[in-house]
């Protein structure tokens, strides 16, 4: 679904103006006979009605929200356009709007500073659900593919606390391992966020590792790397004032910064695990 043409957005505004006053069907029937309103046709006037059930605006509306704005912010959430997942690398001003968003944003006579901020925090919030989404997935995946591939008690401590700064714990008799799971969807750039409890925890715990887990369009682990607890290190930011703090960074990490899969469990791996479950955890190289 795109983002909706000019016409259905106008319509669905009159809509919405027209409705609370007098209702549905003496709104239909002025729209569609009234000269003042003969510049939509009867199918899009239909079209947009459609559009808003659809959307939800035909419920009571946010009384702090004007018609416009609502429109606009359902119009980009509805359409969920190509670009809105990764808003926050292209659109980093209001410079950069995609053209979709800025022609609704006329439409509606909103400006290009409120479209850009409107965007941001569709944005955000679309990511965040996003986040949980594939994070519970990812988390998921991995204590199953740790079950399976490792002689190792695994618990997934997230499950039932998010207080740990980890998500899962493995134990062997050799090895105890704390993992964070950060789960991505995502290809090229390895983006993950890190909360300051998680930093502290890997700060005092040696045995807290960060998992980057790729999952496929299925949410199947495609591929398992741990990132260096030197680079959090080096890269999170300082706090400059004992008057504030920063409580959750956005981290960029390089493949430099990435080993292939959890090197440390290979001792304790499960010799009849199937094989391309082995590479993916333990990181080597599959064969033909």
């Not at 910064?257 to 082995?278: K, M, Q, T, V, Y």
Request: include cysteine; charged fraction near 25%; hydrophobic fraction near 40%.
């Amino acid at each position: 679904m795109a983002i909706p043409p000019s016409p259905i957005l106008r319509a669905a505004r009159r809509w919405l103006e027209y409705i609370p006053a007098i209702g549905v069907t003496r709104s239909r029937l002025m729209f569609v006979s009234h000269s003042d309103f003969s510049d939509i046709a009867p199918t899009q006037y239909d079209q947009g009605y459609e559009w808003l059930r659809e959307a939800g605006l035909l419920e009571k509306g946010d009384p702090t929200s004007s018609a416009s704005h609502r429109l606009f912010d359902a119009a980009i959430l509805s359409g969920q356009p190509f670009w809105l997942r990764d808003a926050d690398d292209l659109i980093g001003n209001p410079d950069d709007l995609p053209e979709d968003a800025i022609q609704a944003a006329r439409t509606l006579n909103i400006d290009a500073e409120e479209a850009f901020s409107r965007i941001s925090s569709i944005w955000k919030k679309v990511d965040t659900e996003e986040r949980a989404r594939i994070g519970a997935a990812g988390e998921a995946a991995l204590v199953d593919l740790l079950l399976s591939t490792t002689s190792a008690q695994v618990e997934h401590v997230a499950a039932w606390s998010d207080a740990h700064g980890y998500d899962i714990s493995a134990i062997t008799p050799e090895l105890e391992l704390h993992l964070e799971v950060k789960s991505t969807t995502r290809r090229g750039k390895t983006k993950h966020y890190l909360s300051r409890n998680e930093y502290e925890v890997m700060r005092r715990d040696p045995a807290w590792r960060l998992v980057s887990v790729h999952l496929d369009k299925d949410l199947n682990i495609s591929r398992v790397g741990t990132v260096k607890n030197t680079f959090f290190k080096a890269a999170a930011p300082q706090d400059a004032s004992p008057f504030a703090r920063w409580d959750s960074a956005h981290f960029v990490i390089p493949d430099s910064e990435i080993e292939n899969g959890i090197g440390e469990f290979s001792n304790c791996g499960i010799s009849d695990a199937p094989e391309h479950l082995r590479h993916i955890l333990f990181g080597t190289i599959a064969h033909d």
